[in-house]
């Protein structure tokens, strides 16, 4: 298996745009999660789905904010508008019943 | 409610020194225990993890854990440490009574292995 893909690597982009993140979890695995990575910040949890439904959002740190996962092998996360509070490494990660789970590469985000 | 607690933003120990980077938890039911290393620019990777059995877990790379559940600790350990060991440590929880799989990282322990 591949692993836990995410795209793109890297996103530059300017306030006030559009940006989506796009990850493809490991095959079979039920349950998927969206971190933000900051210095300032560490690790936190965004929103997770387990067998494609959100169950936890609490995470989601504005309505500018959403994520989808519209079948088991894909999920997006998307700002709309972007801030260059948001810019940040973005990481995927997808786990089967006992919770270990897998991560992404990650996507490193800087909104200018 | 599950949390989990990293004491130590930093462990600094020379090469080929034992180890230990601290984590203790908290959870309402039984824990699902693990630890995650992170290499600059890179994603977690897993190491360990404890679920059920010996309360001594082996791992990648050498590591370990010991699941202390009188303590509520799990902390990580190797008896030797390497300089390619330096990396940010995870600790993270799992309540087994949860109906689902959300984990709890702790904030991270940065661990620098001096030559």
């Known amino acids: 298996d591949a692993g836990v893909i995410q795209s793109p690597r890297h996103e530059v982009t300017e306030m006030g745009q559009e940006v989506t993140l796009r990850c493809k979890p490991i095959?079979?695995?039920?349950?998927l999660f969206w971190y933000r990575q900051t210095m300032m910040r560490g690790l936190e949890l965004l929103i997770y789905?387990?067998?494609?439904?959100?169950?936890?959002d609490s995470g989601m740190p504005e309505d500018r904010f959403s994520a989808k996962m519209p079948n088991a092998s894909f999920s997006t996360l998307k700002i709309q508008p972007s801030e260059p509070r948001d810019s940040a490494v973005y990481f995927c990660?997808?786990?089967?019943?006992?919770?270990?789970?897998?991560f992404g590469p990650g996507t490193r985000l800087t909104v200018l | 409610a599950q949390s989990v607690a990293q004491p130590e933003d930093q462990v600094n120990v020379a090469e080929g020194n034992p180890l230990t980077v601290k984590c203790t938890y908290s959870?309402?039911?039984?824990?699902?225990l693990f630890w995650y290393v992170q290499y600059p620019n890179r994603g977690l990777q897993f190491l360990l993890k404890?679920?059920?059995?010996?309360?001594l877990v082996k791992g990648s790379y050498g590591f370990e854990a010991e699941f202390n559940k009188s303590q509520t600790s799990f902390h990580l350990k190797k008896p030797s440490a390497l300089v390619s060991d330096s990396a940010l440590y995870f600790c993270?929880?799992?309540?087994?009574?949860?109906?689902?799989?959300?984990?709890?990282f702790g904030t991270g322990t940065k661990l620098q292995v001096i030559p």
């Open positions: 990660a997808s786990s089967l019943w006992d919770g270990e789970q897998f």
């Open positions: 095959s079979g695995h039920n349950s």
């Open positions: 789905f387990n067998n494609n439904v959100p169950i936890d």
């Open positions: 959870v309402s039911g039984n824990p699902y």
């Open positions: 404890y679920i059920t059995g010996d309360n």
């Open positions: 993270a929880v799992r309540d087994v009574s949860g109906g689902y799989q959300k984990v709890t």
